[in-house]
């Protein structure tokens, strides 16, 4: 019997990883990615999975880090995110960073080479047709204007947004080490993963100083309103809180030592390895809505900068995201219509690896309901669960902003331990009951 096909509209981290995990429990997979018919403001390329902000992960310590117990829970999903992330890993300290051209190459392969997953280019121009019965939204953060519009008409909701900012891209060559340095905090992971160029007080000032006087981007009249999202602050907007936020921020100087002088500098501007070859460094929290013409000249008082080529300047693009916790149910379906299924960053959550995350749940929520299998949602207890259940109704809906995974979302440990025990404790509990929840699913798939 010829199975409904599934109906996957975006093709980055959450509609990349949603269509796999279908595809892979024999569900037909139809997957609609417009590029490059129809770009959008901050991709350069028409690779599935393509990263446009940072090229971290972030944590992969499962034991003491939520992030990081999210990317176990999802290696144990069979996540294809994370599979191509591990071959295109980049030295990143105790973070699981990627060289960017290396995972949307692999994840591209992999979805077009799947005999169930059929690419589809062009734009989703509304709402999916009807007689499309099942089908996941993973727009992301760059919807299209059409399909967002549509959205907003069928759930009689404003869509919130905020904007999001990408940093600079620096190549290796030109970043002069007789003034910078490799190392990381406290030496972690490799102990030198990332470049730091440090300033003393003088130079920090002025610096700061010099951000806040710069030309910026300027927003049009329906976007002065938005908010951004803490998580992805442009530098700048964090400098004009207060002189020394980025001393306590992105440029914070703890568990560092310039060898020059045997002593912590006063600020430091850390930079991280953006490729497996180890050419192109990004330049870590340093988002920015500057112009091009400000950042080349501001970025270049960094001491060990002054001769910096940058392979990308940093930008702004604007982010929307619907209220899930009014408008889906427990398995991310919008209520008004069920048809539609709605996956990644338009969701709310924030980050890649929570974006891919819920392509899983998304992606396996539809198969099974294809299959007529009856699935249960991940406990609250998992990760995975964590968030889904923050994102379909654990959230006040009336204050609902994007949220990146952590322990506050967990259930607490029964008991009281010990707080250095607490977030291990929590992680191995998550693991057992992600466990068991898989288990399940094979048991109903036989």
Not at 364 to 388: D, K, V
Request: net charge neutral.
């Amino acid at each position: 019997m010829t199975k409904t096909p599934i109906h996957i509209i975006g093709g980055g981290l959450a509609g990349s990883e949603a269509a796999w995990q279908a595809a892979n429990r024999g569900v037909p997979v139809v997957l609609h990615e417009m590029r490059p018919r129809r770009e959008t403001p901050a991709h350069k390329t028409d690779g599935l999975a393509e990263l446009v902000c940072s090229n971290s992960f972030r944590s992969d310590d499962a034991a003491n880090n939520a992030v990081g117990l999210l990317h176990e829970e999802m290696r144990r999903c069979n996540s294809l995110v994370m599979r191509e992330g591990g071959k295109a890993a980049v030295p990143a300290g105790g973070a699981l960073a990627v060289d960017r051209d290396i995972f949307s190459g692999g994840v591209t392969k992999a979805l077009s080479d799947h005999p169930l997953i059929t690419i589809e280019r062009g734009e989703v121009a509304g709402l999916p047709p009807a007689d499309w019965e099942s089908v996941i939204i993973a727009t992301g953060p760059l919807t299209s204007p059409a399909l967002a519009d549509a959205i907003r008409r069928l759930t009689g909701e404003d869509s919130l947004a905020f904007f999001d900012a990408i940093a600079p891209i620096i190549h290796r060559e030109t970043i002069d080490m007789d003034v910078a340095w490799f190392q990381s905090r406290y030496d972690k992971g490799g102990g030198a993963d990332y470049i730091n160029c440090p300033m003393d007080e003088v130079q920090y000032y002025a610096f700061v100083d010099a951000l806040l006087a710069a030309e910026k981007t300027e927003f049009k009249e329906w976007e002065k309103d938005t908010p951004y999202f803490e998580g992805c602050m442009p530098v700048e907007v964090m400098a004009s809180r207060g002189p020394d936020t980025l001393s306590f921020g992105p440029m914070k100087p703890v568990g560092l030592t310039d060898p020059r002088t045997g002593k912590r500098p006063y600020a430091a501007v850390q930079l991280r390895q953006d490729n497996k070859l180890g050419t192109l460094y990004n330049m870590v929290g340093f988002q920015t809505k500057m112009k091009y013409a400000d950042q080349t000249r501001v970025f270049k008082t960094i001491p060990g900068l002054e001769n910096a080529a940058f392979a990308r300047l940093g930008g702004l693009h604007r982010n929307t995201f619907i209220n899930s916790p009014k408008l889906l149910d427990g398995r991310l379906r919008l209520k008004v219509q069920p048809r539609l299924r709605f996956a990644g960053q338009i969701t709310g959550c924030e980050g890649y690896v929570e974006s891919a995350a819920v392509g899983i749940m998304a992606g396996r929520f539809a198969a099974a309901e294809i299959l007529g299998q009856y699935m249960e949602t991940p406990p609250a207890t998992t990760a995975l669960g964590a968030m889904l259940n923050h994102i379909t109704g654990g959230a006040d809906a009336e204050t609902f902003q994007p949220m990146n995974i952590n322990f506050g979302l967990f259930p607490p440990l029964s008991g009281k331990p010990q707080k250095k025990e607490r977030k291990p404790e929590m992680s191995a509990r998550a693991l057992r009951d992600i466990d068991a929840w898989l288990d399940a699913q094979k048991k109903e798939a036989a």
